[in-house]
């Protein structure tokens, strides 16, 4: 089976985790590398690049072309609205769903001076972080996992934001701050691998036996949440639902996009009607204006 994947490390490691995985299982794997218009446009801000899902799309193409039998993810990137005739085949078990700051003297984010320069690509984090220090100064970080350390490390920036699982399967052990979730809410499905298939074939059956149930559960929680406000993975939504017992806490906001109005949920529901529930704080996060900040947020971030 053909594995298709961006040609990042980081997307290298999550691939071949996944091959490494199906070997356990019998299943031979090969390695296929396509390149994504969320590769090629490294010059300008994500959601400057034309189109829904820049890292995933391409991969979707060429699955549907039978090009590829398996695509590997950072499930965060999925678009929620997917092609009919492919499947989302196993979520893997969730290594960390938290930001991480790393600066390079170790600074926490309380620490940093006034007016210190933070890099990041995520306009949630962008938000939250304003929120949190209105102080800061926040520019945009392009480039893979390599490159925006280096950046720091030139001192183009006093700190910059990490999803802390990227540094667990690079095999990083760096000084970081690890963020508050409380504070700093991450999006939906951080820390989650996703791995797709067309749907009935015997990729979908093998990738099958990868799936974590109690992540993927957590995940699709978080997924409904966003999907009933919409505006895509650019705006600033986040969402986070954890088990706790026979509950499941659900956390989620929406913020606007200089962190200076937003709205938000912290919840522990019942386990057995936890998609309802799930739905209910989705639609209670636009009852308390949500869904404005999404409009807002998507009007600025795309001109109009």
């Known amino acids: 089976m053909i594995i298709g994947t961006r040609g990042s490390a980081l997307a290298l490691a999550q691939a071949d985790k996944v091959a490494a995985m199906l070997k356990e299982r019998g299943f031979d794997t090969e390695r296929k590398i ?57 979520v893997l078990k969730r290594d960390s769903p938290l930001d991480v700051l790393l600066t390079n003297d170790g600074s926490t984010l309380d620490e940093l001076p006034d007016a210190a320069i933070i890099g990041t690509t995520s306009m949630r ?120 017992g026979n509950g499941v806490r659900i956390r989620a906001e929406v913020l606007s996009l200089d962190g200076d109005r937003f709205v938000k949920v912290d919840e522990v529901v019942p386990l057995e009607r936890c998609e309802e529930e799930a739905k209910r704080l989705g639609h209670l996060l636009v009852e308390k204006g949500g869904q404005e900040l999404v409009k807002e947020a998507v009007e600025r971030l795309s001109g109009i």
């Open 34 to 90: 396509i390149k994504t218009s969320g590769d090629m446009f490294t010059d300008r801000p994500l959601h400057e690049v034309p189109g829904v899902g820049a890292f995933v799309r391409e991969l979707d193409d060429r699955m549907l072309e039978g090009e590829i039998d398996i695509a590997v993810h950072s499930m965060k990137d999925i678009p929620t609205e997917r092609p009919d005739e492919l499947a989302i085949a196993a």
């Open 125 to 244: 984090r962008r938000a939250q972080l304003l929120r949190y220090r209105p102080d800061l100064e926040i520019q945009d970080l392009r480039g893979n996992i390599n490159t925006r350390r280096r950046k720091l490390e030139e001192g183009q920036y006093d700190g910059i934001l990490l999803a802390e699982a990227g540094l667990q399967r690079m095999g990083w052990e760096l000084d970081v701050a690890r963020l508050d979730p409380d504070n700093f809410c991450p999006s939906a499905n951080q820390g989650t691998i996703v791995v797709v298939t067309p749907k009935d074939t015997e990729g979908h059956k093998a990738v099958s036996l990868l799936d974590h149930p109690l992540t993927n559960l957590e995940t699709k929680l978080e997924r409904i949440v966003i999907g009933i406000l919409g505006g895509g993975c650019l705006v600033p939504i986040a969402a986070f639902a954890t088990t706790e």
